[in-house]
């Protein structure tokens, strides 16, 4: 079992950034997958982009060139920086682990962005 507790969210203007950073309870290291994913109102939870314990990434169509997923695993963190924010990327972000075919999840950090 893992922990998460998500940060780095807020409101900010179009075209500008945030870092969001996951810190678990436990190592990272041997997670089989490490996640973001996205809630907006009225809309179901997407992933956003999810990297393997291997480093293998991907993202969501709809933010390729704009964020960017990684992991320290020495700190137990996983980070996504998000650039070039629209006013779309508007939701709660929620940090996932997946290991052995179970999911945990993070109470969610909100990001708003005003146009």
């Known amino acids: 079992q893992v922990q998460l507790v998500e940060s780095g969210g807020g409101l900010v203007q179009a075209g500008g950034s945030l870092r969001l950073s996951c810190a678990a309870s436990r190592s990272i290291f041997s997670i089989n997958a490490m996640g973001w994913h996205r809630q907006a109102p009225g809309k179901q939870r997407e992933l956003v982009a999810a990297i393997t314990s291997g480093g293998s990434t991907n993202y969501a169509d709809s933010v390729k060139g704009r964020f960017t997923i990684s992991r320290d695993n020495a700190k137990n963190t996983v980070y996504l920086q998000m650039n070039s924010l629209k006013a779309e990327d508007t939701a709660v972000y929620y940090c996932?682990?997946?290991?052995?075919?179970?999911?945990?999840w993070g109470q969610g950090t909100q990001v708003t962005v005003s146009s």
């Open positions: 996932a682990a997946t290991n052995m075919g179970v999911s945990y």
